[in-house]
């Protein structure tokens, strides 16, 4: 029933928001270029699913956010594990782990450009450095949050360090850690789109430059809203397994 009053609440925003820009655009008379009507917009997204385009843009899109949430999670998972763990460890690499996150993403990309060059992998590292620290941070609280009770219990029932980790800390850290890649997930994309916009040929990111410096700005919303669709969508995937997962809580 929650679901369902969810659906219908979610679907009467966008009617209202959809009306509201109609009305806007009949109201104000603006031209096409600076706010185009839903129904133009519409149009437009039918003619580059038509021809490929769109398509052709997502799927690399998603390549780059895939490969980079992969590679961002793994690593951030296993070294917040580890400075969790080895406390000495994180005084010496917590500055420079802040340090790196202080500098703007946008400013640190053209930099991997220049190193990896114009192609996917620059754009996977972006993706990835930008999901990193969230991440990072949500596994070392979480392993951090579990009680120091349950850590002795482990030990008087003599269980190893897997066991430890399977059966305690893992479960334990879960809540906290699928909050941080809720947050990750969604800078994924961010991170993705920043990639392309500093150099590439192909993607999403790529397309809203195009959109831009043709003045065509039912693209240009044609392909934020695409982004803004991948992002909802990885969110709303994580708050599933996030049910699934600790379905005990709700």
Known sequence: MKDFRQKVVTAISIAFFLALWKSLTWWCRYPSFILPPPEEVARRFMETLADGTLLRHTRITLLEIAVG???????????????????????????????????????????????FGFGILSKILVCALTVFFPVLVSTIVGIRSVEPELRDLMRVLKANQWQTFTKLELPAALPVMLGGLKVGVTLSVIGAVVGEFVGADRGLGFLVNLARGLFDTPLLFVALGTLAAIAITLYSAVNALEKCILRWRY
């Open 69 to 115: 949430l992969a590679l961002g999670l793994s690593a951030a998972f296993v070294l917040g594990y580890v400075l969790a763990k080895i406390p000495l460890m994180e005084f010496f690499l917590s500055p420079l782990i802040i340090a790196s996150q202080s500098v703007p993403i946008v400013a640190l990309a053209p930099l991997l450009v220049i190193w």
